[in-house]
């Protein structure tokens, strides 16, 4: 192939930036007519699966679409988990989709405990591609200028596994970072990062984050925008860069890297940016040593423009930590995705991050949309709307058909109608179903915290106390974040023997151990969730908290202590009523891979 001339580079990426903005404003402009045309494919593509036989459509007969609409059950992780189970084992027969599968996606979603398996063909990854791409022609909108300097962007990798039929289980990100189109991508002066490809592959999390924040500020005068996918993830940098600084500096003072730093392919990258600057280790050792680390990013980073995350959902308990270290910098919260799809981006990237609002791109997927009932009733495949069909300011839960063999498949996702560009419904995210408590990954629900706890009081009973009540609340004030548990006990008379800190400890422990595996990967590997801890109160504390609700106009006859809390009134009366505070003294137990085939992959998934 011939060189690329890097004088017309500029030139390639503006016209690549204009044909992207005009992509979006097409079929943004005919929604309805593209999400037609996506089902017929999706269908047509899907024909040969044995799925939709089972439904009684025929994917490639004329009518397929409507028949589709017509007969297409809801569906949820549950239902589709037997074919899950007969793909990992190895039949490659077209179930779900009529194209091989690929690989598998593990999502952040649980069920039984173990990470949800999403199957994704090798096609898939360019649609991944395309919305990446269209990520910087938008925000260049914002803030021109981009293409003048640097991104530090810290990504990394996780635990991967095989399953018995010898398919890739591993997140969409993992996946997206080991591809063909991150690896191989062509040069692009929007898209320049500081970290080295060998950095962001490296599995070991220590390594990865200080080979990647090295590199960073070796190119501080460069770096225009810093950023992370989460925003929790960012603010673990921030806390990293805080504890191992002055080992950065001298890094960059002498121009040696840190022998702590095995991985030689690592090692050789950073090599090739890393040269002894005393100035630079003399402006970083000033930005990191006052007292005060409020606006630290702008005094490590003076010319960026913005920090790019997601700072939506669970993540929105971010923002004033962000904001703090940030010093008024913008958050730019840029799309949404999930392993299932991707699903759009926003096209006001530099708004508040109380008005972020995404719309999704027609040619992601077929979506479909379930009004939010306030009874209930089980919803029906009757009640579902299309993309062009919502309606402004309501809520529905979002549904998805994809060409990797999802059919209606139910995200879990609660979105409101915000707006719309041209026909393009923009929705705000309001909230994850059924999740009571998350810090990163984690995604915690009421009936896992509550069968978990019930096991670990088990703890109390040779010491003759029991737990009245509890609640709890995800602490985001420390970094990384942790769950917090409020137990009010009762002591078992005059008999009792007080209950010693290390059987509280033992409680904790088995708390997370009792809670799902991401949660444990959180823990135990990737350090992303701290230490859960639980804090007792004194006696009468829950009633105390239910006059406080009856205050603010609940009724007393429906009042039920809630089993989560948010920051705020709530958590600070409970505080003020603490008697002891104890935290779990080592990790749960976590190994890659999922428990139906944990133990060797000759032992096949059981589908039972």
């Given at each position: ?153 810290l990504y990394f990798v996780k635990a ?429 137990k976590w190994s890659p891979g999922n ?14």
């Amino acid at each position: 192939m011939p060189e690329e001339d890097p004088a017309a580079v500029p030139a390639m990426a503006a016209e690549a930036h204009r044909e992207a903005l005009e992509y979006i404003k097409h079929v943004t402009a005919c929604a309805g007519e593209v999400q037609r045309r996506v089902l017929a494919e999706i269908l047509e593509q899907n024909a040969p699966a044995e799925y939709l036989r089972r439904i009684g459509v025929t994917g490639d007969a004329p009518g397929a679409d409507e028949a589709f609409r017509r007969q297409a059950p809801l569906t949820t992780y549950e239902d589709i988990l037997p074919d899950v189970i007969r793909i990992a084992n190895g039949d490659t027969s077209p179930i779900l989709s009529g194209k091989p599968t690929y690989e598998f996606l593990t999502s952040s979603g649980t069920s039984g405990g173990e990470r949800k398996m999403m199957p994704a063909i090798a096609e898939e990854m360019d649609r991944r591609s395309q919305l990446y791409g269209l990520l910087m022609p938008v925000m260049s909108q914002a803030m021109p200028g981009l293409d003048k300097g640097k991104a530090m962007y810290l990504y990394f990798v996780k635990a991967e596994s095989k399953t018995p039929g010898g398919l890739p289980a591993r997140p969409v990100l993992t996946s997206y970072y080991k591809s063909r189109h991150f690896l191989e991508r062509p040069h692009d002066p929007y898209t320049v990062h500081t970290s080295p490809d060998e950095a962001i592959l490296c599995v070991d999390a220590y390594q990865s984050m200080y080979a990647q924040l090295l590199c960073g500020i070796v190119h501080r005068a460069d770096v225009l925008r810093v950023g992370a996918v989460f925003a929790s993830g960012f603010l673990r940098a921030i806390h990293f860069l805080e504890k191992h600084w002055r080992r950065l500096c001298r890094d960059i003072r002498t121009g040696e890297l840190d022998a702590e730093i095995t991985d030689p392919a690592v090692r050789a990258a950073v090599g090739r940016v890393l040269r002894a600057d005393p100035a630079l280790a003399d402006a970083i050792e000033d930005a990191c040593a006052r007292p005060s680390w409020q606006g630290v990013i702008r005094r490590v980073w003076p010319s960026t423009k913005y920090i790019d995350v997601i700072v939506t959902g669970a993540m929105a308990q971010y923002i004033p930590t962000m904001e703090y270290y940030g010093g008024g910098l913008p958050l730019a919260c840029t799309m949404y995705a999930s392993s299932e799809c991707y699903f759009g981006l926003n096209l006001n990237p530099i708004c508040n991050p109380g008005d972020v609002a995404y719309t999704l791109i027609p040619t992601m997927c077929y979506f479909e949309f379930l009004p939010v009932q306030t009874g209930s009733g089980e919803p029906d495949r009757r009640d579902l709307v299309g993309l062009v069909d919502v309606k402004l300011g309501r809520e529905y839960e979002l549904v998805v058909t994809t060409y990797s063999g999802l059919y209606r498949y139910r995200v879990g996702d609660v979105l409101r109608v915000a707006g719309f560009k041209n026909a393009a419904p923009m929705f705000s995210f309001v909230r994850r179903k059924n999740v009571a408590l998350s810090i990163d990954a984690d995604k915690t629900d009421e009936t896992e915290l509550h069968a978990a706890v019930s096991r670990a009081v088990q703890h109390l009973d040779p010491f003759g106390a029991s737990l009245v009540e509890y609640t709890s609340y995800a602490d985001a004030s420390t970094i990384p974040g942790h769950y917090v548990l409020f137990w009010e006990l009762r002591d078992g008379g005059t008999t009792t023997t007080p209950v010693p800190a290390s059987v509280f400890e033992d409680c904790c422990l088995a708390v997370e151990e009792a809670l799902n595996s991401v949660y444990r990967q959180c823990r135990a590997a990737d350090r992303s969730v701290a230490p859960l801890e639980i804090r007792v109160v004194s006696s009468g504390t829950f009633d105390k908290l239910m006059d406080y609700a009856l205050s603010r106009g609940a009724s007393i006859n429906q009042y039920k202590a809630p089993r989560c809390v948010r920051p705020g009134p709530v958590v600070e009366l409970l505080d003020g009523r603490v008697e002891g505070r104890y935290f779990s003294p080592k990790c749960p137990k976590w190994s890659p891979g999922n428990k139906q085939w944990i133990g060797g992959n000759a032992k096949k998934m059981e589908t039972s």
